[in-house]
């Protein structure tokens, strides 16, 4: 089970975008995040004329390593570590490291 999932909001700690939120688009293998909106590069795309689209310079988000983003706290509205708990019921739960639970 990861700590940080698809769907999560996550806030960036380290690099040139340290303080910018976006939400999670995907989880690579090798410990990578993909962030809408955040680690944008410039991809020079070739036109395609049998499907209509046009060539130029596009900004596209790259994957960055999971360590330097932590999951938003909405109560506490700032970035913390996440870990897990057993619930009573026998289930494993994400909860944040000062407590609260991740999943609502």
């Given at each position: 089970?990861?700590?940080?999932?698809k769907?999560?909001e996550?806030i960036v700690?380290?690099?040139?975008?340290?303080?910018?939120r976006?939400?999670?688009?995907q989880?690579f293998?090798d410990?990578?995040?993909l962030?809408?909106g955040?680690?944008?590069?410039?991809k020079?795309?070739?036109?395609?004329?049998?499907?209509?689209?046009?060539g130029?310079?596009?900004?596209t988000?790259?994957p960055?390593d999971i360590s330097?983003v932590?999951?938003?706290?909405?109560?506490s509205k700032k970035?913390?570590r996440?870990?897990?708990?057993?619930?009573?019921?026998?289930s494993?739960?994400?909860v944040?490291?000062?407590?609260?639970?991740?999943?609502i």
């Open positions: 089970m990861k700590k940080i999932r769907g999560d996550v700690t380290t690099g040139k975008d340290k303080g910018r976006g939400t999670v688009l989880v293998a410990n990578r995040v962030v809408e955040v680690n944008l590069a410039k020079h795309i070739k036109p395609n004329p049998n499907i209509g689209e046009a130029g310079i596009r900004d988000a790259m960055m330097n932590l999951v938003f706290n909405p109560k970035g913390e996440v870990g897990f708990s057993v619930g009573k019921d026998g494993k739960v994400r944040f490291k000062s407590g609260d639970a991740v999943d």
